[in-house]
């Protein structure tokens, strides 16, 4: 979604729900980025899609658990087989209000009022308003005009190193990311799938050694 589609509640454009579609064979490599989603306050759902090849290579994700801890719906799903699409769908329908856990780092919004900020520029969270520290260059002219002003005098007034703030707001959300898999989700190795795995691996090598050996 563009930055600036995030801007103004009233656009037609504004977007009512948040499809966050995660590889549920590296979950933890998604949830940065889906922390980030559901702190902008808008109904969020998590797809954890490629779950057949999760279940391959014994990775066991507890989808319930994991709903409850993030406060949104969960759907496992297997988008090449059309797995699971129906109850993405359905998930649609239902989804009015969500109330996904807030990642935002207290520490962070601490160091700077960005409640008033948020506030003032009409914002669901604190975390938009964080935000629009960031990109309001990537803003059209028209938007600008009202939220760059407010950047300007909130910089004038408060005095902060935004490169410290995201870099400590990142580096919270991956300690917050991995005290919430933990738990969650776990490794049980597929005996099966690995000695096939182990048999194409020999028939691959054996094929190289032999077009390299023709070779000479």
Do not use: W
Not at 36 to 64: E, F
Not at 91 to 102: D, G, M, N, R, Y
Not at 116 to 131: C, D, M, P, R, V
Not at 171 to 199: A, D, M
């Amino acid at each position: 979604v563009p930055y600036r589609l995030l801007y103004d509640h009233n656009s037609p454009e504004y977007p009512d729900v948040i499809l966050f579609i995660a590889d549920a064979t590296n979950l933890y490599r998604n949830m940065v980025l889906f922390t980030q989603a559901a702190d902008l306050g808008i109904p969020i759902i998590l797809c954890l899609n490629m779950m057949d090849h999760a279940d391959k290579v014994g990775i066991i994700i507890d989808a319930n658990k994991l709903s409850q801890s993030l406060g949104v719906p969960i759907i496992k799903t297997n988008a090449r087989k059309s797995v699971g699409i129906a109850q993405l769908k359905k998930a649609f329908t239902e989804i009015l209000v969500s109330s996904p856990t807030k990642y935002t780092q207290a520490n962070v919004m601490q160091m700077a009022p960005f409640n008033e900020l948020s506030k003032e520029l009409g914002y669901n969270t604190e975390y938009q308003a964080f935000i629009a520290l960031n990109v309001e260059n990537n803003l059209r002219k028209n938007e600008k005009s009202v939220i760059a002003e407010c950047v300007k005098e909130f910089r004038k007034t408060h005095k902060f190193d935004l490169g410290h703030l995201q870099r400590d707001d990142l580096l919270g959300r991956h300690r917050q990311i991995k005290l919430l898999l933990n738990g969650i989700v776990s490794r049980q190795p597929n005996t099966s799938y690995l000695r096939k795995q182990e048999r194409l691996d020999r028939v691959l090598t054996c094929l190289l050694y032999t077009s390299d050996a023709a070779d000479e």
